[in-house]
C-alpha cells in the first residue's frame, strides 16, 4: 500500500460522506479524482484489504431484534450448515470456531419471533446438534479504527 492509499483507507474508517457523490466529495479532501478513488477503492476490495464498505446501523434503534448465535454442528456436516445458515438475509457474520460449538453468527431479524422462527428451522437442519441464542444483555460502543 502507498501513502494514497493509507490516507484513503482512515478517510475511508472515520469519515465518510453522506452526499450524492461521497467518492468525489473523498476524492476533493484527499487531493485526487473520483475516477482515482473509485480504483483504489476497487483495488483494496480485489486485494482482499477491503472486505466490505458499508453503514453500520443500531438495529435496536431501528427496532430490530440482534443475537449471537452458537450452534453446535456435526463436524461433516459443519460446510453444508454455514451454507444454510448463510442463506438467511438477517445472518450478518457467519464463521467457524474451534470450540464444542462450532459455528458462530450473528442474526438480525426484524423481531424476536423472527430470529426464534430462523433458529428453530436451523434446529430441524441435519447436522445441527444444538443451538443457543446469546442476546446482548448490555450494548457497548465498540468503534475501532485502524490506523494507517
Do not use: C
Not at 476490495?45 to 456435526?74: E, N, P
Not at 437442519?125 to 444483555?137: H, K
Request: hydrophobic share 40%; aromatic share 8%; charged share 30%.
Amino acid at each position: 500500500m502507498d501513502d494514497f492509499d493509507k490516507r484513503l483507507l482512515n478517510h475511508l474508517q472515520d469519515d465518510f460522506p453522506i452526499v450524492a457523490r461521497p467518492f468525489a466529495k473523498i476524492a476533493r479532501d484527499l487531493d485526487s479524482t473520483e475516477e482515482e478513488v473509485i480504483a483504489a477503492v476497487e483495488r483494496l476490495k480485489s486485494d482482499g484489504i477491503i472486505r466490505r464498505l458499508g453503514g453500520v446501523f443500531s438495529s435496536r434503534d431501528l427496532g430490530f431484534h440482534s443475537t449471537l448465535v452458537a450452534a453446535r454442528v456435526a463436524p461433516e456436516r459443519l460446510e453444508e450448515t454455514a451454507a444454510a445458515v448463510n442463506e438467511y438475509a438477517e445472518v450478518t457474520h457467519n464463521y467457524e470456531r474451534e470450540h464444542t460449538y462450532n459455528l458462530w453468527f450473528t442474526l438480525t431479524a426484524t423481531s424476536r419471533d423472527r430470529a426464534r422462527e430462523i433458529t428453530e428451522e436451523l434446529k430441524s437442519q441435519m447436522g445441527v446438534i444444538d443451538i443457543q441464542e446469546l442476546p446482548a444483555l448490555e450494548i457497548y460502543k465498540v468503534d475501532v479504527k485502524f490506523n494507517m
